[in-house]
C-alpha cells in the first residue's frame, strides 16, 4: 500500500494505538496484598503469575532503580536445561516449555531463538560427565546427545577444533538451547502484570522491613511506608543485603560477573557454543554481534567495574575457538553483581520470617529460569506458603542438612 | 592492573593472589553440632562494608590477611595471620567494630 504509507508518512495520524506500553510509576498506597521488591524479571514475572492465574492482582512492585536494569539487562541471555541433577533438570526444562511460547502469550515480540546450544569437552572426564547430563536430560524429556568432533565441525564450521592445544573430543549438544531478548522479557512480563492492574514502582528502594514478632508485615521505602500481606524478595546480587536488613544470614556470596560484546558481522554462527575448559562462550545475537562470557571475578565484590585482567583472559580464550575474532573490535563490556550460592541452585521459598518468601541464589544462571520462577514463586504466595513440588529441593534449609543440589560442573562454564 | 601488597613478597599483580574466604572463628569440630558446622562453612556475612579476608600467594603458598571494602574494591590493609592468631578467640573485624 503504497499511497498509504505516504498518507501516513505527511500527515499526522499515526495507524496504531499509542498507549505506552507501561504506565508511569503511580502514588504509593499504604496497603497491598503483596509487595514484590526487585522490579526484575523474576520480580515481575511472579506479579504476571499472581494477576493471570490467581486473581491477585492488589500487588505493588517496588524497584530502587528501573525495570529490568539489574542483571536481567547485564545477562548473556543463554537459556537451556541439560543440567545434571533430576531436581534441576525437571525445574530448568519447565521453563524451557514457559519461553518457547512466551512472545504468543504476551503478543509482544522477545526474539525467542532456539538455535542449540553446543558444549566442548577437552577431557575425557568431561566426556563421561556429558555422557551423564545427556541421559537425564534425555530421561526428563529434553533434546541433549553426545556428539563426535566431525558432527561438530559441521554444526558449526568456523570453530577451531584445537583451541590452545586442548583438542576436542566430543559435544553435548542441547537442542532445546536458546537465547531471547532479556529486556523484552522483563517488558513483556510487567506490560502483562500492570495491564492486569499490577503497580510498577520504580526509583523505589525499600530500606527496611517491617516485623511483627516472626512476621514480616511491610517495607519502609524512600517513598514511604506499605503494609501488606506477603512479601516476595527477588533482588539476585543485593540478596543477602536485603536478608540483612530482613534480619537473618543468606549463604550467598556476591562476585561480578563481566560480559562483553563485539561490533556486528554478517551472521556466521548458529549454535551457542561454550568450552567446558576454556571457561568461555561465545554467541551471535540477531543483530550480528558477538556476545562472550566466562567465569566469575576472583573475587566478592559490590562493585560493577570492569577489569583489564577479565578483558585480557577471556579475549585470549574466545580467540583461541574463533581465531578471527581477533581481527573484531569490541564495542561493550560490562558487569553485574551475581548472589552465588555453593552448590550453584537457587535458593527458592520460605525464609526464616513468615510471609516473606525468597528468589534468590540465582547467580550467573537465573535468566533461563525467569518463566518457572515466577510461576512458582506465584504459585507460594497464593497458596500462603504451601512450597511447590518443583522448587522444594531449592529450600533455603538444605544447607543446614547437607542436602546441597549441586550443579557446579553444569553451570560454571555457560551459565 | 590492581597490585596487592603480599606482607612477604611486596607488592604484586593482582593476578598472583587466589581469595581463600572470610575470616570467621572456626567452632571446635568435635563439639560441634551439624547446624553450627552448616552455619560455619555455608554462611557469611556478605554484606557490604569492610571486610577481613584470607588470601594466598600463589607462587609463594604463603596465606595472609587483607583487610578491604567490598563495595569500593580498595584494599585497606594486609598482614601476616600471627597478628591474628595470636589474638585470643580471632575476633573478625566485624565483630570487633560493631
Ligand atoms: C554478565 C552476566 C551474564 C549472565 N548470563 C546468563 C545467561 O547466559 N543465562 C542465564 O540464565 N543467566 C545469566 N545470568 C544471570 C541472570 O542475569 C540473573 O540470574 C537473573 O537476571 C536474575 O534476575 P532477577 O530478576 O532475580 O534479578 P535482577 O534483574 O538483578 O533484578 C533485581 C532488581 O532488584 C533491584 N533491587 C535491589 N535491591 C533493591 C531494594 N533494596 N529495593 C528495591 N529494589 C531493589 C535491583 O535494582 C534490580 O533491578 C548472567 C548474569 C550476568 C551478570
Request: proline share 10%.
Given at each position: 500500500m503504497p499511497f498509504g504509507l505516504l498518507k501516513y508518512g505527511l500527515g499526522k495520524d499515526y495507524p496504531f494505538e499509542r498507549e505506552p506500553d507501561l504506565p508511569a510509576t503511580p502514588t504509593l498506597k499504604q496497603h497491598y496484598d503483596v509487595v514484590i521488591i526487585g522490579g526484575g524479571g523474576h520480580g515481575v514475572a511472579t506479579a504476571y503469575y499472581l494477576a493471570k492465574y490467581h486473581g491477585i492482582t492488589n500487588v505493588a512492585i517496588l524497584e530502587k532503580a528501573y525495570l529490568g536494569g539489574g542483571n536481567t539487562a547485564r545477562n548473556t541471555a543463554v537459556i537451556r536445561?541439560?543440567?545434571?541433577t533430576p531436581q534441576g533438570v525437571r525445574f530448568y526444562s519447565e521453563s524451557v516449555k514457559l519461553f518457547e511460547r512466551l512472545s504468543n502469550e504476551f503478543d509482544f515480540n522477545i526474539m525467542y531463538s532456539q538455535r542449540g546450544q553446543l558444549t566442548l569437552a577437552h577431557t575425557d572426564a568431561t566426556v563421561r560427565a556429558f555422557r551423564q547430563r545427556a541421559e537425564v536430560n534425555t530421561h526428563f524429556g529434553g533434546r541433549t546427545e553426545l556428539i563426535d568432533p566431525h558432527h561438530i565441525a559441521e554444526l558449526v564450521p568456523t570453530l577451531n577444533l584445537n583451541p590452545a592445544n586442548m583438542p576436542v573430543l566430543a559435544g553435548l549438544w542441547h537442542k532445546d538451547g536458546a537465547t531471547a531478548r532479556h529486556d523484552a522479557v522483563a517488558w513483556g512480563y510487567a506490560k502483562g502484570a500492570t495491564q492486569r492492574g499490577v503497580e510498577l514502582h520504580q526509583l523505589t528502594e525499600v530500606i527496611d522491613i517491617i516485623k511483627e514478632g516472626d512476621r514480616a508485615v511491610g517495607v519502609k521505602t524512600n517513598r514511604g511506608t506499605v503494609h501488606c500481606r506477603s512479601i516476595v524478595q527477588a533482588v539476585a546480587g543485593y540478596s543477602a543485603v536485603l536478608a540483612g536488613i530482613a534480619g537473618f544470614k543468606l549463604p550467598l556470596v556476591s562476585y561480578p560477573l563481566q560480559a562483553m560484546v563485539t561490533q556486528p558481522v554478517k551472521p556466521f554462527l548458529d549454535p551457542l557454543v561454550s568450552s567446558s575448559a576454556l571457561h568461555c562462550y561465545v554467541q551471535q545475537t540477531s543483530r550480528g554481534e558477538l556476545v562472550f562470557g566466562g567465569g566469575s571475578d576472583p573475587y566478592p565484590l559490590y562493585n560493577t567495574r570492569s577489569t583489564l585482567e577479565l578483558k585480557e583472559s577471556l579475549i585470549a580464550h574466545a580467540v583461541e575457538m574463533f581465531p578471527f575474532m581477533s581481527e573484531m573490535q569490541l564495542l561493550r563490556q560490562w558487569a553485574g553483581i551475581t548472589d552465588m550460592t555453593s552448590d550453584y541452585s537457587p535458593i527458592m521459598g520460605l525464609s526464616p520470617l513468615r510471609h516473606y518468601y525468597l528468589d534468590a541464589g540465582w547467580g550467573t544462571w537465573g535468566f533461563k529460569a525467569t518463566p518457572i520462577c515466577g510461576q512458582t514463586m506465584a504459585e507460594l504466595v497464593a497458596n500462603d506458603g504451601k512450597v511447590p513440588d518443583l522448587i522444594a529441593p531449592f529450600a533455603l534449609d538444605r544447607f543446614d542438612h547437607f542436602k546441597q543440589v549441586n550443579e557446579m560442573g553444569a553451570t560454571a562454564a555457560s551459565h | 592492573m590492581k597490585i596487592l601488597h603480599c606482607?612477604?613478597?611486596?607488592?604484586?599483580?593482582?593476578?598472583e593472589f587466589v581469595y581463600g574466604g572470610q575470616v570467621k572463628p572456626m567452632p571446635n569440630p568435635e563439639s560441634a553440632t551439624d547446624t553450627e558446622w552448616a552455619a560455619y562453612v555455608f554462611y557469611e556475612n556478605n554484606s557490604i562494608g569492610v571486610v577481613q579476608e584470607w588470601w594466598l600467594h600463589a607462587p609463594s603458598s604463603y596465606w595472609f590477611i587483607v583487610e578491604r571494602?567490598?563495595?569500593?574494591?580498595?584494599?585497606l590493609r594486609t598482614y601476616d595471620p600471627s597478628e591474628l592468631l595470636s589474638n585470643p578467640g580471632m575476633v573478625s573485624l566485624e565483630d570487633a567494630i560493631q
Open positions: 536445561s541439560n543440567y545434571l | 606482607p612477604l613478597n611486596g607488592p604484586r599483580n593482582i593476578s571494602h567490598n563495595g569500593s574494591d580498595t584494599i
